[in-house]
């Protein structure tokens, strides 16, 4: 398996610029994750999906869209690319099931992250 | 909304010496506890983790405590070597919502 797997690792994008980030993962996870981390801070959650066709926003969704249209997919879009936008983004994927008073979680997998610069 | 606390910031230890760090939270109904370490420039990557049915945990040097009432969790480190050396951080999860991570603690292990 090789997990999650995220492209571009590096870019550059100018002010005002679209991109997206790519992420598939081969575990057949249900929950895929995009974080950003800005340098020398935590993690902070974009969005998230509990499942193909269900999306939901994070913490910090302004100025990114998703879709989930397969289970293996999970882009995030960029528009209108902004200097705050600089950041290290992870993507990561997981697997969890309903049931009972503890529901089953197992290991929460990242991807290797895009190093993004807007300039 | 979830609110983790994580303490300290920073931490220096000896080699040999153990090393604990502390997350609060704020939800009582998260039941799902695990602890990442990043190295510079990586991913993060589990390290252990720890559900609100158990009280403790512990994985060769590493072990991580819950304490449900006053909604805690800390993470141990015994025998620190320079390998430990890395950015630690925790997250809390509760089922339908999503991970909220700790603000991280850089550790350092001096030889």
């Known amino acids: 398996n090789a997990g999650v797997t995220q492209t571009p690792k590096f870019r550059i994008l100018k002010i005002g610029q679209s991109m997206t980030l790519q992420c598939t993962q081969d575990?057949?996870?249900?929950?895929m994750y995009w974080y950003r981390q800005d340098p020398g801070m935590g993690l902070k959650l974009i969005y998230y999906s509990v499942g193909a066709g269900i999306t939901d926003k994070g913490e910090v969704p302004n100025g990114y869209n998703v879709s989930r249209s397969t289970t293996e997919d999970f882009p995030l879009r960029l528009e209108l690319a902004a200097p705050s936008q600089t950041s290290v983004y992870f993507c990561?994927?997981?697997?969890?099931?309903?049931?009972?008073?503890?529901?089953?979680?197992?290991?929460?997998?990242f991807g290797p992250g895009t190093r993004l610069t807007v300039l | 909304g979830e609110n983790v606390e994580q303490h300290p910031s920073t931490l220096s230890v000896q080699e040999g010496d153990s090393a604990v760090i502390k997350c609060t939270y704020s939800d009582s109904a998260s039941n799902y506890f695990p602890w990442y370490k990043q190295e510079l420039g990586k991913r993060p990557q589990l390290i252990i983790d720890i559900r609100s049915n158990v009280g403790e945990k512990k994985d060769q040097r590493i072990a991580v405590t819950l304490n449900k009432t006053a909604k805690h969790f800390s993470l141990h480190i015994t025998e620190t070597q320079p390998e430990d050396s890395a950015v630690y951080f925790c997250a809390v999860m509760r089922y339908g919502q999503n991970f909220v991570f700790g603000p991280g603690t850089r550790l350092s292990v001096l030889p």
């Open positions: 990561a994927s997981s697997y969890s099931v309903a049931g009972g008073p503890y529901p089953s979680y197992n290991e929460q997998f």
């Open positions: 575990m057949n996870h249900n929950y």
